[in-house]
């Protein structure tokens, strides 16, 4: 797993969390790797870079959790989700990977919603589809293991949860 941020402060607090889990975290067995190795955060700007880190069609999920608002209307280009980017996030995800997205920010679940569901490559899922096909704990975890998630929780405010399926295109034979 591998944590794309711009943010020097979001970047070192990762980097550090992980750095305690894998020394917190002890091997099974002298055959298995230690917990945690797979893990990683690289300061890099998502919205330019993504394609520098990804293959096409290499991931298999993509986690958008309670990202900047930028609530003024000037700054709604900065949002990570919008029709550029979502191109870009349907490049790197393999057909029939999930993009969840999350937030505490109404207006702003309203806009990755629309934006989402107006792409042609991505189609909405419901969450319980999702938990029936045993991605619950992967649910769970985005509404709550993040530091953010956490606090909406102890100030007992609202979370707006929308989970997008890469759908494949077949693409027709051209007439010649």
Same mark, same amino acid.
């Given at each position: &797993?591998? *944590?794309?941020?711009?943010?020097v $402060?979001?970047t $070192?607090?990762?980097?550090d969390r992980?750095?305690? !889990?894998? =020394? @917190? =975290?002890?091997?099974?067995?002298?055959s298995i790797?230690?917990p945690?190795?797979?893990?990683s955060?690289?300061?890099a700007?998502a &919205?330019?870079?993504?394609?520098?880190?990804?293959?096409? =069609?290499?991931l298999?999920?993509? #986690?958008f959790? #309670?990202?900047?608002p930028h609530f003024?209307a000037?700054k709604?280009? /900065?949002r990570?989700?919008?029709? @550029?980017?979502?191109?870009?996030?349907?490049y790197v !995800? =393999?057909p *029939?990977g999930?993009v969840y997205t999350? @937030?505490?920010v %109404?207006?702003l679940? $309203?806009? &990755?919603?629309?934006?989402?569901e107006?792409?042609p490559?991505?189609? #909405?899922? %419901?969450?319980?589809e999702?938990?029936?096909?045993?991605?619950?704990?992967i649910?769970?975890?985005?509404? *709550?293991? @993040? %530091?953010?998630g956490?606090?909406?929780e102890?100030n007992a405010g609202?979370?707006?949860? /929308?989970c997008?399926?890469?759908i494949e295109v077949k693409r $027709?034979?051209?007439?010649m």
């Amino acid at each position: &797993m591998l *944590g794309l941020e711009i943010r020097v $402060q979001v970047t $070192q607090y990762v980097h550090d969390r992980i750095t305690a !889990l894998r =020394a @917190t =975290a002890a091997p099974q067995e002298p055959s298995i790797p230690a917990p945690y190795q797979n893990v990683s955060v690289i300061r890099a700007n998502a &919205m330019k870079f993504l394609p520098n880190f990804f293959p096409k =069609a290499s991931l298999t999920a993509l #986690f958008f959790l #309670f990202p900047d608002p930028h609530f003024k209307a000037r700054k709604h280009k /900065a949002r990570i989700i919008s029709p @550029t980017l979502l191109a870009e996030y349907a490049y790197v !995800l =393999a057909p *029939g990977g999930l993009v969840y997205t999350i @937030t505490d920010v %109404e207006d702003l679940a $309203q806009w &990755m919603r629309a934006h989402l569901e107006a792409h042609p490559l991505f189609q #909405f899922v %419901e969450e319980q589809e999702l938990r029936n096909e045993g991605k619950g704990p992967i649910l769970d975890a985005v509404y *709550g293991a @993040t %530091e953010e998630g956490k606090k909406v929780e102890r100030n007992a405010g609202e979370k707006w949860l /929308a989970c997008f399926r890469r759908i494949e295109v077949k693409r $027709q034979n051209p007439i010649m």
